[in-house]
């Protein structure tokens, strides 16, 4: 079993529905991250979180919100999707301590019509 | 100018031959250094960190680390075509929050 689980791996939509992409994990790492990948613009950081109380923003946070519903689980919402959210998702962890590498789960790839 | 920067390519190499990947960053403060390969359609996979300056071997894989030309590069001894895919150099900056990645360089074995 994977060791960073993504639901749903794929999922087409239309614009303005609601949209929630889950992530859980088995490693027991503390900290959370969820990016998107475009193609030419590589992985941009959307949300993190270092602990269940512990939320950030990244680089591209707007149109997006999350929940880090137990050490485990941390999830994605578009409330109201629209077509340039268009992307691959990824959802990674890594060990609570600072420069540690960030472990990928397989990614939902998601398109908004 | 972007955190990290890597040659989008395609690099071409045939088979057998030694693969070179770099990639410059711009934050003097960085301390931990990550190549990651990725698979069209899959995720990202760690294959090498580094910390400190010099050469890191694993494998056929070896990082090598610069932080005073503040660069980092990999090699890929003997090349496969299973070794086909995009390699993405990954950096955390000063405070190390966040783990900045570049866009990636895509390699192509040639049988």
Known sequence: ????????????????????????????????YWYRQ???LGLRLIYYSFDVKDINKGEISDGYSVSRQAQAKF????????????????CATSDRYSNQPQHFGDGTRLSIL | QKEVEQNSGPLSVPEGAIASLNCTYSDRGSQSFFWYRQYSGKS????????SNGDKEDGRF??????????????????????????????????????????????????
Do not use: W
């Not at chain 1, 999830?75 to 990824?90: D, G, H, K, R, V």
């Not at chain 2, 503040?70 to 966040?98: F, M, W």
């Open chain 2, 44 to 51: 990202p996979e760690l294959i090498m960190s580094i910390y």
């Open chain 1, 1 to 32: 079993d994977a060791d960073v689980t993504q639901t749903p791996r794929n999922r087409i939509t239309k614009t303005g529905k609601r949209i929630m992409l889950e992530c859980s994990q088995t490693k027991g790492h503390d900290r959370m």
């Open chain 2, 62 to 111: 070896t990082a090598q680390l610069n932080k005073a030309s503040q660069y980092v590069s990999l090699l890929i001894r003997d090349s496969q075509p299973s070794d086909s895919a995009t390699y993405l150099c990954a950096i955390y900056g000063t405070g190390a929050n966040n783990l900045f990645f570049g866009t990636g360089t895509r390699l192509t074995v040639i049988p």
């Open chain 1, 75 to 90: 999830s994605l919402s578009l409330e109201s999707a629209i077509p340039n959210q268009t992307a691959l998702y990824f």
């Open chain 1, 38 to 40: 475009d193609p030419g």
